[in-house]
């Protein structure tokens, strides 16, 4: 069993099955055997996947020209990891890298956050609906296997949020359905950086109506750029993502005083930054390694993630 495997094991004997996102948190962040947490580098070609913060450095510059009208005194990289993005950025802007869960910095007018991939990657719990109950499905270990297990009914909060999802699902089938536990404590980490500024993420989900397309849920594994079909198998090892749900990201960040402005897929953010120089800035020095870069991002990434960009003027609940 993985490093990861073996504490989760531990926790599950101790306590009974886990919720998923404690699965989740641990198989992808604990010190030492988390996915992220290990000395294996998990991005680019000799990894698992790539983010479009690899395609350097024609993304860098183009976020930092989206960014740049607003003028903002500092731009915070939240989740920004081996930090790629930082170049094009510091370049024109105080640059601050910020970990996922860690503090916020110190609050700062005007503050610019740039989140790229990172509400895809907050742990999540998991719901099922089977007739009309939805029950929490957690992780146990049998045999030295990590399986569903499923509980109680949801109550509270989340019951009405996957009764809210579930009525754009076929009544007549069973659901299963992420919960974005993590989402709202992000957000209102960010909220305390940002007590006025903006904020520009990057990410693959879908609308509240759009949820039809996964009656299964969004979860995925991925190990060497393929999909795995065990999100529970050999927890530290490959990469376990969820969609965004974009309509709930939306209203949990309004309640802390964002507003949006735009949603757009990313190919619109970029043609619509790039037009103002027909892509000079982005492409100065060219190589031809830069225009298949801009090409990568416009008609691969660009066509796949979508972008949304919110603005808080002022402090908020």
């Given amino acids: 069993?993985?490093?990861?495997?073996?504490?989760?094991?531990?926790?599950?004997?101790?306590?009974?099955?886990?919720?998923?996102?404690?699965?989740?948190?641990?198989?992808?962040?604990?010190?030492?055997?988390?996915?992220?947490?290990?000395?294996?580098?998990?991005?680019?070609?000799?990894?698992?996947?790539?983010?479009?913060?690899?395609?350097?450095?024609?993304?860098?510059?183009?976020?930092?020209?989206?960014?740049?009208?607003?003028?903002?005194?500092?731009?915070?990289?939240?989740?920004?990891?081996?930090?790629?993005?930082?170049?094009?950025?510091?370049?024109?802007?105080?640059?601050?890298?910020?970990?996922?869960?860690?503090?916020?910095?110190?609050?700062?007018?005007?503050?610019?956050?740039?989140?790229?991939?990172?509400?895809?990657?907050?742990?999540?719990d998991v719901a099922r609906r089977s007739g009309r109950v939805w029950r929490a499905m957690k992780v146990a270990c049998i045999g030295g296997k990590f399986v569903w297990h499923e509980d109680e009914p949801l109550e509270g909060h989340w019951l009405d949020y996957a009764e809210q999802a579930g009525r754009h699902l076929p009544n007549e089938c069973e659901a299963w359905i992420e919960l974005p536990v993590a989402c709202s404590s992000v957000l209102e980490k960010m909220s305390r950086a940002a007590p006025a500024g903006m904020l520009l993420a990057i990410d693959y989900g879908y609308t509240a109506r759009e949820i039809l397309r996964f009656p299964r849920g969004s979860l995925m594994a991925y190990r060497k750029h393929l999909p795995v079909g065990d999100v529970l198998a050999e927890p530290g090892t490959q990469d376990i993502t969820a969609h965004v749900p974009w309509t709930y990201l939306e209203s949990v960040a309004a309640g802390f005083g964002w507003r949006k402005r735009s949603f757009e897929p990313l190919s619109s953010l970029l043609m619509k930054t790039g037009e103002a120089d027909q892509f000079a800035s982005a492409l100065e020095g060219w190589r031809e390694r830069h225009t298949l870069q801009l090409k990568t991002l416009l008609f691969g990434m660009g066509e796949s993630y979508q972008a949304i960009t919110m603005e808080r003027t002022e402090t908020g609940p």
Avoid: C
């Avoid at 919720?19 to 992808?28: D, H, I, P, V």
């Avoid at 604990?30 to 790539?50: K, L, V």
């Avoid at 024109?92 to 895809?120: C, G, K, M, S, W």
């Fill in 1 to 124: 069993m993985t490093p990861a495997g073996e504490i989760l094991r531990t926790r599950i004997i101790q306590s009974g099955p886990l919720r998923f996102s404690e699965f989740m948190e641990t198989a992808l962040y604990a010190p030492g055997a988390g996915y992220y947490a290990s000395r294996r580098d998990p991005f680019g070609r000799d990894g698992d996947f790539y983010t479009a913060s690899q395609v350097q450095p024609v993304f860098g510059r183009l976020i930092a020209q989206a960014i740049a009208p607003f003028k903002p005194s500092r731009v915070l990289d939240w989740g920004g990891g081996r930090g790629e993005m930082k170049e094009s950025l510091a370049a024109r802007f105080p640059y601050l890298l910020v970990e996922h869960d860690a503090e916020p910095p110190e609050p700062q007018a005007r503050t610019a956050i740039f989140a790229n991939e990172l509400f895809d990657a907050l742990p999540v």
